[in-house]
């Protein structure tokens, strides 16, 4: 995720998506950085050492926090694909329509409405000093207020469930919207060229002479070759937001079938285990959008390349 967001520094923040993919990685790395947190506690559990910090509260805390940026970068995802969508079904009114500030503001919102959703767990859970039962000592221990169940349903309903449903849905939506805009495109271009016309509603061009008709046909493909990457990309993110959400979702409907699945409660360890395999599923996902990006974007391929060659000759 550091070298993604240095890809796109070093591109510059151009347009919209650019500008988009920047917020998307920054908030991977950010959920990634408290998931890399969490383990490291958890391999300082496996030496059986008694630390004044009680690790398992350490591992609860910093959790949910990793989960809000993974939601921020959820929606991201999900307003990249609009964009993608609407750029696909309105091409000549897309930059218009869909500015840089309005994006920034669009970004802004996310993070205020996500911190928001959140705030609950931040007021009802918090680190503080106090006997420790189980060691007889002082210790760091986790602390909740006594509404913490309400907060659980709340972030368990209309956070984990809902939020995350409504992201997946507009994500398979938009997809499937400009795939079907893209094929008719496609189809409208191909007429066009064989009639040696390009129409759409808003540009009516004829191509007149051989050579006009080849540098119109190359441009043609090059840009279909260039959507066609583009709805590969969309496809992969969309199939991973699928994936790790619906893993997500299991998760959240078994801890409300079975209240004992929590913290403190009779199935504590099997809920440190969901929350191991829910962290394992954000890692993942917000890690492997460089290879999709190196995989189907030639302008990022060729900055890391950059990347590397000047790497290699230092």
């Known amino acids: 995720n550091i070298v993604t967001v240095l ?14 993919l920047l917020s998307l990685a920054l908030t ?27 690790l398992d509260a350490l591992e609860f805390v910093l959790a949910y926090p990793s989960a809000m940026f993974y939601d921020i970068s959820t929606s991201t995802t999900a307003l990249i694909t609009v964009q993608r969508c609407l750029c696909v079904t309105l091409p000549f009114r897309f930059k218009d329509f869909m500015t840089i500030k309005r994006t ?19 007021l009802s859970s918090r680190l503080e000093s106090q006997l420790d039962p189980r060691t007889n000592s002082t210790r760091v221990v986790l602390a909740l ?37 893209l ?5 409208f271009q191909k007429t ?5 016309t390009i129409e759409s509603p808003d540009l009516k061009q004829t191509i007149k002479g051989p050579a006009s008709f080849k540098k119109r046909t190359g441009s043609t493909r090059r840009a279909s070759g260039k959507n066609g990457n583009v709805v590969k990309t969309v496809l992969i993110l969309a199939m ?26 009779a199935q504590e360890q099997l809920f440190l285990i969901f929350l191991k395999l829910t962290s394992f599923t954000q890692t993942f996902n917000s890690s492997v959008h460089i290879i999709v990006y190196y995989i189907f974007n030639a302008s990022f391929r060729r900055t890391i390349n950059e990347f590397l060659r000047i790497s290699k000759a230092s």
Do not use: W
């Open 7 to 20: 890809v796109f520094l070093k591109q510059g923040v151009k347009d919209c998506v650019t500008l988009c």
């Open 192 to 196: 066009g060229i064989s009639r040696g």
């Open 28 to 54: 991977d790395f950010s959920s990634v950085a408290l998931g890399m947190i969490i383990s490291i506690t958890s391999l300082s559990r496996a030496s059986e050492v008694t630390l004044y910090i009680d």
């Open 104 to 122: 920034t503001i669009t970004i802004i919102c996310l993070f205020i409405f996500n911190v928001g959703m959140y705030m609950p767990h931040f």
């Open 183 to 187: 094929r008719r495109s496609s189809k």
């Open 240 to 265: 991973l937001c699928f994936l790790c959400n619906s893993i997500r979702f299991t998760v959240v409907v078994l801890l409300r079938v079975f209240p004992d699945i929590y913290y403190g409660r």
């Open 145 to 181: 207020t006594v509404n913490r169940p309400e907060v659980d349903l709340f972030l368990n309903t209309f956070v984990h469930l809902l939020e995350a449903a409504l992201c997946l849905a507009i994500v398979l939506v938009s997809t499937q919207i400009m795939i079907i805009g």
